[in-house]
T-cell receptor, first 111, second 113 residues
């Protein structure tokens, strides 16, 4: 059973545009993390959100955790080719030491 | 560089064989996690060890086993390999017991022919 659904699966946009990708679940998560993975490398943690409604900014990236802690979004402003990669969300349910990953959004920014 | 090392980087083997993947966590990290990543299933949690003890199990097949040694490095053993076991295998480490900030290694790409 896929607990974390990410959408869209693929996104290809022009440099300078804005975009939002989503991570949704029917489960409540103690915390939720966003990772970026580039080809041939392991995922790299971008942010962890733990409080419902929390918003965190990382330069041009804005992460939001849903009020009910079941969903999250990642918004990128003025996308750049360096933002290209696979964006994964991950969460742990009730802090039971098992982290669940979504299948990811594959983002491609065209120069 | 995350500080997590994995060897080998690539592994090609035949069905029915057995392989061992190795992971060295970041200095000071006590938890090691193993994940399998395939195109259709995404990143799947396999197993976690904390300070030498098995801590949590995910979707790990019975043909797979792991251990963490006193020096905290870990090995993932895959036996009776099948074509479907071809995937990227990642190791991650974290400082504590819980799934806090995990640092991922570069992965081992396993190809079963």
């Amino acid at each position: 059973t896929q607990l974390l659904e990410q959408s869209p699966q693929f996104l290809s946009i022009q440099e300078g545009e804005n975009l939002t990708v989503y991570c949704n679940s029917s489960s409540v998560f103690s915390s939720l993390q966003w990772y970026r993975q580039e080809p041939g490398e392991g995922p790299v943690l971008l942010v962890t959100v733990v409080t419902g409604g929390e918003v965190k900014k990382l330069k041009r990236l804005t992460f939001q955790f849903g009020d009910a802690r079941k969903d999250s979004s990642l918004h990128i402003t003025a996308a750049q080719p360096g933002d290209t990669g696979l964006y994964l969300c991950a969460g742990d349910v009730n802090r039971d030491d098992k982290i669940i990953f979504g299948k990811g959004t594959r983002l491609h920014i065209l120069p | 560089d995350s500080g997590v090392t994995q060897t080998p980087k690539h592994l090609i083997t035949a069905t029915g064989q057995r392989v061992t993947l190795r992971c060295s966590p970041r200095s000071g990290d006590l938890s090691v996690y193993w994940y399998q990543q395939s195109l259709d299933q995404g990143l799947q949690f396999l197993i976690q060890y904390y300070n030498g003890e098995e801590r949590a199990k995910g979707n790990i097949l019975e043909r797979f086993s792991a251990q963490q040694f006193p020096d905290l490095h870990s090995e993932l053993n895959l036996s009776s390999l099948e074509l479907g076991d071809s995937a990227l295998y990642f190791c991650a480490s974290s400082a504590g017991l819980r799934t806090d900030t995990q640092y991922f290694g570069p992965g081992t790409r396993l190809t079963v022919l």
